[in-house]
Nanobody
Framework: QVQLVESGGGLVQAGGSLRLSCAAS????????MGWYRQAPGKQRELVAA???????DYADSVKGRFTISRDNAKNTVYLQMNSLKPEDTAVYYC?????????????WGQGTQVTVSS
């Protein structure tokens, strides 16, 4: 079994910064893509940023230039550095990972971490 454990959420004022971390543990052969999604109240879950094992990244237009995704393959960990935060960034942020186990790929989600940006 695999677990994704997120940390780093919290309450911050507009213009501030937060850094989210997500560590994968368990029966892992290799991790392919990793990403961060978010879901605000009453809205659908949306992709925030994603990163391949090789380091190629993709961002939602709403966070480009403010958020940076990175990963440490040796630690099976993905990070999301969030700068210049806005109230509309308030949401539960979820980590996602495509993990190879026993020659088969599976998709996993973290439990979510709350990010609240006050105006």
């Amino acid at each position: 079994q695999v677990q994704l454990v997120e940390s780093g959420g919290g309450l911050v004022q507009a213009g501030g910064s937060l850094r989210l971390s997500c560590a994968a543990s368990g029966s892992i052969f290799s991790i392919r893509a990793m990403g961060w999604y978010r879901q605000a109240p009453g809205k659908q879950r949306e992709l925030v940023a994603a990163i391949t094992r090789g380091g190629n990244t993709d961002y939602a237009d709403s966070v480009k230039g403010r958020f940076t995704i990175s990963r440490d393959n040796a630690k099976n960990t993905v990070y999301l550095q969030m700068n210049s935060l806005k109230p509309e960034d308030t949401a539960v942020y979820y980590c996602n990972a495509d993990i190879l186990q026993d020659f088969a790929g599976y998709n996993y989600w973290g439990q979510g971490t709350q990010v609240t940006v006050s105006s």
